[in-house]
C-alpha cells in the first residue's frame, strides 16, 4: 500500500516547509518536492499543515480508580485520542498490590486486545515490592519494551509508595536503562489536611485543591530530583501544575541534571475558582494535583517556552460526573480523580499556545510529539516527520472552525473541560503508519488496526547533557 500527500506544510521540531510526503507499507520513504510518483492513495494537503503524530506520554485507560473505572475503555480513548491527531500513547499498567510485574502486564495488554484503534506502549506503575514484584522482575520489564517506572509520592492507603520503594526502584532504574516517573506531592501531608476538613465538616469539591496546597508538590518534586539525583537515575516529574514544582526542576535543569518535566492541558485553561462552581459541578474539575490559582497558567507558559518543562500531556482519566463522579456528592476525598482531555490537546494548545502568540508551531510539535517520542523511546519512530519514520501523519486545517463540547467528542464521559470554547484549527485527515484512521468527521479504520510498541531505553543522546557538579 503506498500513499502520496501532495503539497502539505510540513511542520517538526525543527523544520517548517512545503514538500510531498510518500508512503510505503506504513513507513515514509521519500520527501520532496513534487514527487512524481504513482500512490494506491493520493492526498492533497495544500494550505494545511502536515504534523507528525501526536505522542500523549500519560493516559489511563480502563483503569480501576478511586472505587470506580475509568470511563474510557482503550477502544473509545484512543479513538477520541485520533480524532485529536494523537496516533500513540502511553498508557500506565498499576501493579495491584501483592501481584507479580508479570501478572499486570498480562492483564493490562488483555484490556487492549484486539480494540486498538493507535499505537500504544506501557509505563509500569509500581506500587509494592514486598509482597508483590520484585527487583529482579522490575529490571527485567525494559527487556519487554516497558522502560519507564512510575510511582505516586501521594494518594495514602492507595496507590501511595513509600519513600523507599521510591528509591529502589530509582537504584533499579540507574542499572537497566529506564526513566522514573513520579507523581509529586507529599501524600502524608495531604492525608492529615484531608482528614481535618473532613472532621471540620467540609465536604465540597473546593476543599480537594484547599487540601492539597501547591507547596505539598514542590516539596516532593524537589525531595525526588534529590533522591533521584543520589541513585543516578532520570527523572520526569508528571503533571506539573505550579510554580513551586517548576522551580526545584528548573534549577535541577540548571544544574544539567537529568530531570524533566511535563504539564497538562487542562493547567493552562482551568484554575481553582472552576472547583467553586455551584451545585456539584465543581466535581467535573477535581484532578490531581489540583486546578490551581490563575496567575499559575502564565508560569506554566514559560515553563514551556524555556523548556523547563518538556512536554504537555493530557492525563487523560475520565469519569462520568453523573454516576462516578457523584460518588463524592458528600465528600470531596470520594469523587474520583481524574478528567478527561486526550481529543483536545492539539486544538487547545494550537489555539492559545501558537495562535495566541506564546509559542511557535515547531515548539507545539515538540511538545505535543517529538520531545515525548524521545524522552519514552519512541523516536524517531514515532514524533517527527522524516525518511524513515511511521507514516503517522496529522493533515491539519489551520483554517477550521471549532466548538468544542461535549456533545460531539468521541470520549464516554459526559463532559468536556473546554465546553464551548472556540478554535481555529482542527486535524482533517489522520493517518497511522500510513492507513488513514480518521477523515473528516469519521473514523475510517475499524479497532485492532493498533499495536503495541516496544519502546527502547531511556536515550543516551538525552543523558549526555547531564554535568557531574
Ligand atoms: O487526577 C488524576 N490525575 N488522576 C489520574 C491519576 C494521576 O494521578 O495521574
Ligand atoms: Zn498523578
Ligand atoms: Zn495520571
Known sequence: MSVLIKGGRIITAADDYVADVYVEDETITLIGESLDLSADAVIDASGKYLLPGLVDPHTHLDMPFGGTTTIDDVESGQTAAAFGGTTCHVDFIIQPQGSSFADAVTEWRAKA????????????????????????????????????????????GALMVDDETLFRTMEVASQTGALVMVHAENGDAIDVLVKQALAE?????????????????????????????VAGAPLYVVHVSCKESIEPIELAREKGWDVWGETCTQYFFVDYTFLERPNFEGAKYVYTPPPRAKENQEHLWNAVRTDTLSAISTDHCAFLWDGQKTLGKDDFSKIPNGGPGLENRLHMIHEFGVRAGRISLNRMVELLATAPAKLFGLYPKKGTIAVGSDADIVVFDPEKKLTITAARQHSKTDYNLYEGTEVTGSPEVVLLRGNVLVEGDELVASAGIGQYVARARFGRELRARSVVA
Open 113 to 156: 486486545n484486539g480494540k486498538q484503534v493507535i499505537d500504544m506502549g506501557y509505563h509500569m506503575a509500581v506500587t509494592d515490592l514486598k509482597e508483590g514484584g520484585s527487583l529482579e522482575e522490575l529490571a527485567s520489564l525494559p527487556d519487554e519494551g516497558i522502560t519507564s517506572y512510575k510511582l505516586f509520592m501521594a494518594y495514602k
Open 201 to 229: 465538616g467540609k465536604t465540597e469539591p473546593k476543599y480537594h485543591a484547599l487540601t492539597r496546597p501547591p507547596e505539598t508538590e514542590g516539596e516532593a518534586t524537589n525531595r525526588a530530583i534529590q533522591l533521584a539525583r
